[in-house]
T-cell receptor
């Protein structure tokens, strides 16, 4: 079955530290992959997406993600976290013919 | 475009009452999705429409839930009668296609509290 897994429910980092949020996928073929961010009381906002080509994709707010086929992963990274990055992050996967599947989300807490 | 618009933002109702949540998708988007988000179950897809037609309602929890899309610019999710366990944030999202290169655009959600 097609699935997207986020192994970490909650991550805490200090402001200014680097960040990596994990996402693993299980699809028969290379899926479309997305990262969304949800700030408190808000809807989900698209951060970045991967379809094909360059495996390192840049998104908004200084985020990037790297597609690694050998590890079935699409981890989200940011070199230096800001307090405003505290939110919940969702990884999602889809195909050209099916609906998106969302991971369970990772809550990011940023300490000053 | 103003994005996906949901109303109301917050709804508090008593158990047994009917609740109607509303959504206006982005103009030109052919797909509309209703999601429910809770701490316990995360983000669940309830139902989605293509060109106003319900395609997959397998996520609708039970007969108390119904969704309609009378035209391309409006959809409703109704709960009748409501129960405390229906308390959640309900999101509407729209998309150009199902298997989409653009992802889904989400509304800000309706926070429902059933007391």
């Amino acid at each position: 079955a097609q699935s997207v897994t986020q192994p970490d429910i909650h991550i805490t980092v200090s402001e200014g530290a680097s960040l990596e949020l994990r996402c693993n996928y299980s699809y028969g073929a290379t899926p479309y992959l997305f990262w969304y961010v949800q700030s408190p009381g808000q809807g989900l906002q698209l951060l970045l997406k991967y379809f094909s080509g360059d495996t390192l994709v840049q998104g908004i707010k200084g985020f990037e993600a790297e597609f690694k086929r050998s590890q079935s992963s699409f981890n989200l990274r940011k070199p230096s976290v800001h307090w405003s990055d505290a939110a919940e992050y969702f990884c999602a996967g889809g195909t050209s013919y099916g609906k998106l599947t969302f991971g369970q989300g990772t809550i990011l807490t940023v300490h000053p | 475009d103003a994005g996906v618009i949901q109303s109301p933002r917050h709804e508090v109702t008593e158990m047994g009452q009917e609740v109607t949540l509303r959504c206006k998708p982005i103009s030109g988007h052919d797909y509309l999705f209703w999601y429910r988000q809770t701490m316990m179950r995360g983000l669940e897809l309830l139902i989605y429409f293509n060109n106003n037609v319900p395609i997959d309602d397998s996520g609708m929890p039970e007969d108390r839930f119904s969704a309609k899309m009378p035209n391309a610019s409006f959809s409703t999710l109704k709960i009748q009668p409501s129960e405390p366990r229906d308390s959640a944030v309900y999101f509407c999202a729209s998309s150009l296609t199902l298997g989409t290169g653009s992802g889904y655009t989400f509304g800000s959600g309706t926070r429902l509290t059933v007391v």
